[in-house]
């Protein structure tokens, strides 16, 4: 591109060649389809979309790890840094068989823009090491966990990027990383990573912090769209940290939870689920799919059940052009990242099924990690009211932001959430400018 071209806005290219299935499942390419949608929305220069479509940093790690059975197994690592125009790069490390580098990309684009939503002062990062926890010892997560930590010390640290849980990662595995982190420059450096132990620097609030962002939000949605949330019935696919925490927050406010799944299966009860007992099932068992007060169903049917909210919170592509059609919710909150395919997004548009973005709806969690970040530079620690009031105080401010775009310029609330954070992250990166 020549420089005379750099600053001409962007002209929508539509969907690149390729098989629907394979489009669908690649998550790279789905953000950027998100991407060139916002971009030519707000007319955005085509030198910024250009620097947006690549991620600034790419990682590829191998972690030689001894199992328990005196072998050794090398696992293949990854942590992008998409963008650190707006601060330092931020994002969760997951632990799954099926993590990509596309997928680890397209995960840190995310995070780029969901900071940019939440006018958090940070860029976007993920990272992730491919491997089966569940069927690993914890000895050999825990030693897994402290090599890849230290393969990508070299990029990390409190003012570099700043890891945090994601999916099959918790506290625990934190705690390790930030004393990983430590023992290898010498001092402890709790503001290396989120989500980790109160005793070690962690915030109160930040496990639940997804979950009741997620509540929040769909609070919002009922002011605005008229409806008592108590009166709703919602369904939550997954059942982790943040699947867990959903169920239970919108059941203490009095929601009637209907349907639950994880990987190994699901249960339907139209009376309501007795969460409480179900997150008891889940931790003792590992799963909820034997819980036996309910209909047992499978993941896929979970999708489909007729409910007011429906909640994914498991993984990316599980709403997709298959099932869409058959989605029976009146509104999607996504409390996953990428739930939703593009193609999905177009058909649920045209029936009339309001989804609120990923990028709004779960950005709880990594509110609370810039929150749990600043109590870790000013060693000055927050009761769980301050930190549950200034979750709510972001959460609420991000939604009408959105939804005032969402009104104000006829878009639906993901094209939305986009024009807003783009708006923020193109004002930063043309102030800065281009080095050299
Ligand atoms: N993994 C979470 C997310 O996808 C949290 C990230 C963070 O706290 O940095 O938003």
Redesign the pocket.
Known sequence: MSLKTMDRPVKWKGALNGSQDAREANAWHQAMEQLDRAAQKIRLEQYILERLRHAKRTLTVSVPVKMDDGTLRVFEGYRVQHNLDRGPA???IRFHPQVSMEEVKALAFW?TM?CAVMNLPYGGAKGGVICNPKEMSIGEIERLTRRYTAEISIIIGPDKDIP???VNTNEQIMGWVMDTYSMTIGYSAPGVV??KPVDIGGSLGRREATGRGVFYITQELANVKGFDLRESSVVVQGFGNVGMNVARIFAQHGCRVVGAADVMGGIYNPEGLDVEALAEWSNKHDTISRFPKGRKISTQELLELPCDILIPAAMENQITHYNAHRIRAKYIVEGA?GPTTTEADRILAKREILVVPDILA?AG??TV?YFEWVQDIQSFFWDEKDVNARLKDHMVRSFRDVHDIHTREKVDLRLAAFMLALRRLAQAVRIRGLFP
Do not use: E
């Open positions: 931020k994002g969760g995070m969901k945090a849980p994601d989120t989500g990242n779960n969690g990594v990690s």
